[in-house]
Each structure stands twice: as structure tokens, then as C-alpha cells.
């Protein structure tokens, strides 16, 4: 008889612990998982998920836009945020669902509450007190987003975890932040009507992007009605009668309806008893972990935005599933984070994956870069301004194609495709053979002849 309750124990229910703990029970492993909120994780519940859904409403003001230049009459439209909100929930709830299910037809004992470690082998659920032996312990807990910095009034602010809820559409709004998601929310925002302003300390918005993509961006977002506030931070935020006063650091106070706080998020590694069994964090209070995703600790793994590797729900799942290999598969896996395609879904959207221009020439090497601009086909009767941008760097010595940069309608898809062509090592010459299909926009991917740098 086993000294161990189960083989692997997973505190977190997001896409990184689900993945794990589902491909570890198809092998055959005793388990057990605990999730505090709800199965499915920030990505599922607020996090990608609800916020696609979100940018798709925003949307539709565009595809009414191109429907009368198409010839259609489109009627009064109308907005209503309350609807979204609650068809988004009934979505949301319906995944939830499917999360659990998934789980228990693998044969994994669902529980619910927080879990808390107690040694490098012991586990405890703090709703029932109930101990349990675990052989491996996998903390898949996430991050959450944080109120910083710290200034007088900052608790009047709300962030990712409040926005998918609010009751009313806000009618002015602040985004504070230049990342993913405050690029996200202002989008979403400006789409759905709202007066958006964007604040963010930099001057260019998704810092560590290609310069240029980050310049189309901005211009973009500007010609779609988002206030860039750049080079600016907020002070401090009051109540009043109008709304929330925010005074800037340029020194003049603006009044809002809500003001999201997007920057950035910490790992949620407090209170969970990790120096119970060792596991170290870093400055940041990360999970310090190997290639394997081991802890210091030998029976204690951890995947996902814990460990602060590369904070996607894609990179967690592949994680997770890698650990899941390793462990309980006989298959050792180590997870690459070198090529990681990613979306951004502004409006207009965007697809990146391998180096930036500024990154393949700081690494020394001589490049060729390919770019286009132009009109998106649908946007030309129109005569909306839906722009599109494509970038391609290449390794010139090698013709390998070391980064793809795009921007405008079914980026996020097509850079799936470009992140394959990134990974397998293909050439500029392989794009020039491949015929193009005609007429998309994709085709001009492979048929750029002349290098511009
Ligand atoms: P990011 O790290 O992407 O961006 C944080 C932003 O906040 C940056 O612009 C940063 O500025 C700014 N910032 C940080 N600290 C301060 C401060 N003290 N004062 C003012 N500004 C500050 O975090 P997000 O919260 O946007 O997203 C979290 C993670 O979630 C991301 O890492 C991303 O991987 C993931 N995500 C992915 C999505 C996707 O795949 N589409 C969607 C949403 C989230 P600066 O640039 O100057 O550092």
C-alpha cells in the first residue's frame, strides 16, 4: 500500500494545473486538484476568454460601418452593456462546467476551497481541514493583478478582476498601463462607445514589441478615438461628485467613470505555505524552477504565471503538460520559451512571434526586412481606416525567417500559422515559392520580392 493519499496533488484549477492534472490521470496517477474560485483560471473566467469575447462586441460598430458601404442600410443600433455582461457570464459558466467535466471523466477527485502546503509532501484544504499525502505537488496558483504603483486614491481604481463584472458601461474611462491588457481594454472600451483615454508612463504603447508595430499601433489607436495620455503617470485619485479625479503627473486633474488599472500582475505565491518544503521565489515572489519545471523542492513542481516564465495561457498548458510527461510519463520534456507566437487583440489586432527588427540587429547579425502597408479589402467601400501592417525579418546569411510582425484583421490567426513557419526554421525562399492565394491579405506575405532595409 502506498505511504501517499494520491500520486499528484494540484493546487489550481487555471490552464496550466487542468492540463497537467488531466494528462498525469491518463497515465494512470492517483489525483487530486483544488481550485478557490472557479475551474478554469484566469484565462477561462477573466482573462482571455470573457476579453475576446468583449473585443468581438466592440466590433460590430465597424461591421456596421462596412455594411453601408456595402450597400446595406443599417438601422438605429444600440449597445447594451447589460446584455453582453450577462451572455458573457452564461458562457463563461458554461466552460466552467466543461473544465470540471473534463476532470472528472479523467478520473481526477475535484475539490473545491484553497489548498495550502504543508511539507515537501503534505497538502491542506482549509475549508475541511482534510490532510492529504501527496507523492507530487504541482502549484499551478497563477497571478493576479495589482493596484500599483501605490498612490492616494489608487483603491478608487479597478483592474482585470472587476472589469469583466461592472454593472454599468462606464461613459468615461481611464486605462492606465501600455501592455497587453490595458491595450486590450482600451480597445474594447473605445469600440463599445465609451470616451477612452489610455495613460501610460512610456511613450510608445507594448514595450518590447517591433518599434514600428508599436508606432502603427499608437497612430491607430489615436485615429480610432483613444486619448494616448503618453509619458505620464497618475498622482492620485479623489471621489467626486462627478466621478474620479485623476491628477497627472503633467500636472493637470481629469474626471472619470472608472479607471482600470492594468499594470501588470504578481504571482500569487503569498500565503501558500511554500517555505514549508523550501521552494524558493525570486525578487518577485516567482517560483524559482528548472527546465522541468521543478522547484528547489524534489516533490514540488509549479507551472504558469506562477513562475513568471512567459505569462500565456498556451505557455502554461504546454507546461503543464510537459511536467505531466515527465513525471508520471516516462517521457522527460522540456518546455522551449524561446518562439512563442502571441496575439495582441487591440482593434486593429495584433500577431507577433520571433525577433523584432531592434532585437535581430542588437544580436548583430545582418537582416533583410520585407513590409507592407495597405487598406484591409473589406474596409475600401467603406472607406473606414482599418490599416494593416506586415513585417518580416530575415537572417540574411541564412535566409531563415527570424520574426513576423503583423497588424490589422486575423492577426492573432495568422501569426499561428507564421509562429510554425518561425519554429520549423523556414526560409524567405520558401515563402517566395509558396503560391499565393488570391485575393486575401495573407498573400502579400509571400509575394514581398524586395527587401526595404
Ligand atoms: P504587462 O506586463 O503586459 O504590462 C504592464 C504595463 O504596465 C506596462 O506597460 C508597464 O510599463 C506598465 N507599468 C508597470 N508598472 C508600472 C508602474 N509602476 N507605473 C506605471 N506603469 C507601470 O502586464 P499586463 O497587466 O498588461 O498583462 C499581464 C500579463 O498577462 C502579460 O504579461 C501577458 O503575457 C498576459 N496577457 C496576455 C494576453 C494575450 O495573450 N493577448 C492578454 C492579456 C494579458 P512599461 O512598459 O514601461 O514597463
Known amino acids: 500500500m502506498s505511504a501517499f493519499d494520491v500520486d499528484l496533488f494540484v493546487i489550481g484549477g487555471g490552464s496550466g494545473g487542468v492540463r497537467a492534472a488531466r494528462i498525469a490521470a491518463t497515465y494512470g496517477a492517483r489525483v487530486m486538484i483544488a481550485e478557490e474560485f472557479r475551474y478554469g483560471g484566469t484565462c477561462v473566467i477573466r482573462g482571455c476568454v470573457p476579453k475576446k469575447l468583449m473585443v468581438l462586441a466592440g466590433r460590430f460598430a465597424d461591421d456596421f460601418r462596412d455594411a453601408a458601404g456595402y450597400g446595406w442600410s443599417v438601422g438605429e443600433t444600440r449597445f447594451d452593456w447589460r446584455a453582453l455582461i450577462a451572455a458573457k457570464d452564461r458562457e463563461i459558466a458554461r466552460l466552467e462546467g466543461v473544465y470540471r467535466g473534463n476532470l472528472e471523466r479523467a478520473g481526477v477527485t475535484v475539490r473545491d476551497g484553497r489548498a495550502v502546503i504543508e511539507g515537501p509532501h503534505e497538502v491542506r484544504l482549509l475549508a475541511t481541514g482534510e490532510r492529504i499525502r501527496a507523492a507530487h505537488i504541482l502549484v499551478a496558483v497563477g497571478a493576479r493583478p495589482s493596484l500599483e504603483p501605490t498612490i492616494p486614491g489608487g483603491e478608487l481604481g479597478i483592474t482585470s478582476n472587476e472589469v469583466f463584472d461592472l454593472a454599468e458601461q462606464p461613459r468615461r474611462v481611464l486605462v492606465i498601463g501600455g501592455g497587453y491588457i490595458a491595450v486590450e481594454f482600451a480597445g474594447i472600451f473605445a469600440g463599445l462607445g465609451s470616451e477612452t483615454a489610455l495613460l501610460h508612463r512610456g511613450d510608445k504603447l507594448l514595450r518590447g514589441f517591433d518599434e514600428e508595430l508599436r508606432d502603427k499601433l499608437g497612430a491607430a489607436y489615436a485615429r480610432r478615438g483613444v486619448e494616448l495620455l503618453l509619458g505620464r503617470t497618475a498622482e492620485a485619485m479623489e471621489r467626486t461628485g462627478d466621478g474620479i479625479a485623476v491628477r497627472l503627473s503633467s500636472g493637470e486633474t481629469r474626471v472619470f467613470d472608472q479607471v482600470l488599472v492594468a499594470t501588470g500582475r504578481r504571482p500569487n505565491t503569498a500565503g501558500l505555505g511554500l517555505e514549508t518544503a523550501n521552494v524558493a521565489l525570486d525578487e518577485g515572489g516567482a517560483i524559482v524552477v528548472d527546465a522541468y519545471s521543478r522547484t528547489l523542492c524534489p516533490s514540488i513542481y509549479a507551472v504558469g504565471d506562477v513562475t513568471n516564465r512567459a505569462n500565456l495561457t498556451p505557455v502554461a498548458i504546454r507546461e503543464g503538460h510537459a511536467f505531466a510527461d515527465t513525471v508520471f510519463g516516462g517521457k522527460p520534456t522540456m518546455v522551449s520559451h524561446e518562439i512563442i507566437p502571441t496575439a495582441v487583440f487591440s482593434t486593429p489586432e495584433i500577431g507577433t512571434v520571433g525577433c523584432s527588427e531592434e532585437l535581430a540587429r542588437a544580436r548583430g547579425g545582418e537582416v533583410a526586412i520585407y513590409k507592407t502597408s495597405f487598406r484591409s479589402m473589406r474596409a475600401t467601400l467603406s472607406g473606414r481606416d482599418d490599416p494593416v501592417f506586415m513585417k518580416l525579418v ?51 506575405l509571400v509575394t514581398m520580392r524586395t527587401p526595404v532595409a
Open 394 to 444: 530575415v537572417d540574411k546569411p541564412s535566409d531563415r525567417l527570424l520574426g513576423a510582425h503583423l497588424m490589422g484583421p486575423e492577426s492573432g490567426e495568422l501569426i499561428q500559422l507564421l509562429g510554425t513557419l518561425v519554429t520549423m526554421g523556414a526560409t524567405k525562399a520558401d515563402l517566395d515559392r509558396t503560391i499565393a492565394v488570391h485575393p486575401t491579405a495573407a498573400e502579400e
